[in-house]
Nanobody
Framework: HVQLVESGGGSVQAGGSLRLPCAAS????????MAWFRQSPGEEREGVAA???????TYEDSVRGRFTISKDNTKNTLYLQMNSLKPEDTAMYYC????????????????????WGQGTQVTVS
């Protein structure tokens, strides 16, 4: 049973930084893609960033240059470093993963992701 647990959320002023870890357990294989999605009240869930099994990142346009996705395979932990935060970054942030796959990662379709965490709230004022 795969479990993803996010942490690190909180309240921060505009221009500040936060680092979100996502600890994975129950994995019997390395995931194909790991990603961060976010959702604000009344809005659809949107992809923020993804990273492939060989470490290639993909970013949504509004966060490119401000956010960095990374992973530590020895700790089974995914990270999202968020710098220069803006009020529009306020949302619930979710960690997600897929089984091993031969094709690249996308953040355009959350249905491709089988595993989800419960989310951590980020509020920027």
């Amino acid at each position: 049973h795969v479990q993803l647990v996010e942490s690190g959320g909180g309240s921060v002023q505009a221009g500040g930084s936060l680092r979100l870890p996502c600890a994975a357990s129950g994995l019997t294989y390395s995931p194909g893609c790991m990603a961060w999605f976010r959702q604000s009240p009344g809005e659809e869930r949107e992809g923020v960033a993804a990273i492939s099994s060989d470490g290639i990142p993909t970013y949504e346009d509004s966060v490119r240059g401000r956010f960095t996705i990374s992973k530590d395979n020895t700790k089974n932990t995914l990270y999202l470093q968020m710098n220069s935060l803006k009020p529009e970054d306020t949302a619930m942030y979710y960690c997600a993963g897929t089984p091993p796959r031969l094709w690249g990662c996308t953040i355009d379709d959350s249905d491709e992701y089988n595993y989800w965490g419960q989310g951590t709230q980020v509020t920027v004022s």
